[in-house]
C-alpha cells in the first residue's frame, strides 16, 4: 500500500502562482511513476502532469510551460510548481503513484479567480 497526502492547494488570482506538494509513504520501492491529475466537476480527471523514478517527465499540453514537475531525491515527495495560473485551472489536483497498480490521495483544491 501507497498513502498519499496532497497540500498546497488554495484560492489565487490569475496570473499568480501556486505550489502543490504530495508526501508518499508505505511500500515505496522499485521503479515508478508520480504526478498530478485534476478534475471538475462533471469532467473527466485529467492529466496534468506525471514525473518517473527515473526522472523522466510528461505534461499536459494545457499547462506545458507554466507547471514544473519535480521529486526529491529519496522519491517520496513529488511537487507540482504552477505559474501563470488561469481560471481554466480551476480544479480538484489528486497526487498519484504507479508502480503497478494506481494509488491517489485525497486531493486538494485550486481555485484561481479574481
Known amino acids: 500500500q501507497v498513502r498519499l497526502v496532497e497540500s498546497g492547494g488554495g484560492l489565487v488570482q490569475p496570473g499568480e502562482s501556486l505550489r502543490l506538494s504530495c508526501a508518499a509513504s508505505?511500500?515505496?520501492?522499485?521503479?515508478?511513476?508520480m504526478g498530478w491529475y485534476r478534475q471538475v466537476p462533471g469532467k473527466q480527471r485529467e492529466l496534468v502532469a506525471t514525473?518517473?523514478?527515473?526522472?523522466?517527465?510528461s505534461y499536459s499540453d494545457s499547462v506545458k510551460g507554466r507547471f514544473t514537475i519535480s521529486r526529491d531525491k529519496d522519491q517520496r515527495m513529488v511537487s507540482l510548481q504552477m505559474n501563470s495560473l488561469k481560471p481554466e485551472d480551476t480544479a480538484v489536483y489528486y497526487c498519484?503513484?504507479?508502480?503497478?497498480?494506481?494509488?491517489w490521495g485525497k486531493g486538494t483544491l485550486v481555485i484561481v479567480s479574481s
Open positions: 514525473i518517473t523514478s527515473a526522472a523522466n517527465t
Open positions: 498519484y503513484w504507479g508502480d503497478g497498480v494506481d494509488y
Open positions: 508505505g511500500r515505496i520501492f522499485g521503479a515508478n511513476t
